[in-house]
């Protein structure tokens, strides 16, 4: 019986110290992802991609309104980077993410509005765009840091 008694205890403590490690490594880990994302959406309202490779891994897949862009590398040489220099100004505004960790995976589900300023023309004329977007992105823990391995984003004019 005494035996019975232990077994149960131990178990039950068991339990308790594993369900407790689990909601701290999924608040842990739920931070780290939000860190990422706000980590890539700053450096686009800087105007800049230094430091954001680092956020995503080698294979990573970019899609944008319909389109395969390739991996970020790619997407980044030959889309986002040239576009950047055009910019005066990008801000996000109305900005919400949702956030769902399940083991070594996690899924965002971004939504705002941006706005960019683009630089004057030749003729000194500046233009203003602004769109409602989503993005979704799916995220892998990799050697304890979160990495962006699918991104799709689209978006319509601003109603």
């Known amino acids: 019986m005494n035996t019975l008694k232990t ?3 131990i178990m039950i403590l068991f339990v308790t110290v594993t369900n407790g490690q689990t909601k701290k490594n999924s608040t842990s880990d739920y931070e780290a992802v939000l860190t990422v994302m706000k980590a890539y959406k700053d450096a686009l309202q800087n105007l ?3 430091g954001t490779f680092e956020l995503f891994t080698e294979d990573s897949k970019v899609f944008e309104s319909g ?11 030959h889309h986002l980077g040239p576009e950047l220099g055009h910019f005066k100004n990008f801000t996000f505004s109305d900005y919400e993410i949702d ?21 004057p023309n030749e003729e ?5 765009i602004a ?15 979160w990495k962006i391995i699918k991104t799709h984003s689209s978006s319509r004019n601003k109603k």
Do not use: N
């Not at 705002?112 to 683009?118: E, N």
């Not at 000194?124 to 203003?128: D, I, K, M, V």
């Not at 769109?131 to 304890?144: H, N, P, W, Y």
């Open 131 to 145: 769109k409602k977007g989503v993005a979704t992105s799916i995220l892998k823990k990799i050697d304890e840091k």
């Open 48 to 50: 800049t991609i230094e």
């Open 67 to 77: 389109g395969v862009e390739g991996t970020y590398a790619h997407y980044i040489e």
């Open 7 to 9: 077994t149960t205890l």
């Open 124 to 128: 000194g004329e500046s233009r203003t």
């Open 99 to 119: 956030v769902q960790v399940d083991g070594i995976y996690a899924f965002t589900t971004e939504t705002y509005v941006y706005t960019i300023v683009l630089k």
